[in-house]
């Protein structure tokens, strides 16, 4: 449970529950609106470049809050123009992400584990088993890097989730992070540039189904191989 001591990060908020937030820290709810605008569809990080909020809310929000981002701590251009991204998270983790630009779209492929407890016989993370779940937060942030590092160039069009992790295994924090990121006054990503890579597994498939999240669903057919071994 967060005290009221803990800082609060704002990235994996939905819009409704940051007009809350925002009420709680004693400000005009709208102003969770005008937030989420700014981290979101401005990809701002700096409390005080918010110069629609008063100093006041600015201030409080630097006592009770904040906004960060993964660091990037190392990043590998191969010829084709595809970009590996090695990420530090707060606890000293590292989580990895790829840039992969095409003629007419440019997408980055996003982890929401750190590690994964899938075991997949051609994925070299999961020999390494499961550390933790991404939060919300931290899979958002990932975009939210990106975004801010492609400034002046190309945008970024698309969205994997299929780096680190299996996303339904983190089914909470990938669904929230992929709210967000649909948001039409926020990111404003497209359900259909947005794609959801899992190995299988069927209750996560058939809760997203029920949910009608409306985004691309890819599975990996990797055991076929195992069922052609035991024939």
Known sequence: MTTIN????????????????ASGFGMK???????????HKNGEISFDSMTDLSKGDREILHQRSRILL?????????SDG???????????????????????RLTLCVSTQVGCAMGCTFCLTGQ????RNLTASEIVGQVLLARRMLQGHRPLTHIVLMGMG?????????????????????????RRKITLSTCGLIPGIERLAKENIGINLAVSLNASESFSRDR
Not at 29 to 39: A, L, N, S, T, V
Request: charged share 25%; net charge negative; aromatic share 8%.
């Open 6 to 21: 803990e800082k609060i990060d704002l990235i994996g908020i939905g819009r409704e529950e940051l007009c809350s937030l």
């Open 29 to 39: 709810p709208f102003r969770g609106k005008q937030i989420f605008q700014w981290i």
């Open 70 to 78: 993964p660091v990037l701590a190392d990043k590998l251009c191969a």
């Open 82 to 104: 595809t970009e590996k991204y090695l990420y530090h998270l707060t606890d000293g983790h590292t989580i990895e992400g790829v840039l992969i630009p095409d003629e007419k």
């Open 128 to 131: 390494g088993g499961l550390v």
């Open 166 to 190: 299996e996303p339904l295994a983190n089914y909470e924090n990938t669904i929230q992070a992929v709210r967000i990121l649909l948001d039409p006054i926020g990111a404003d990503f497209s």
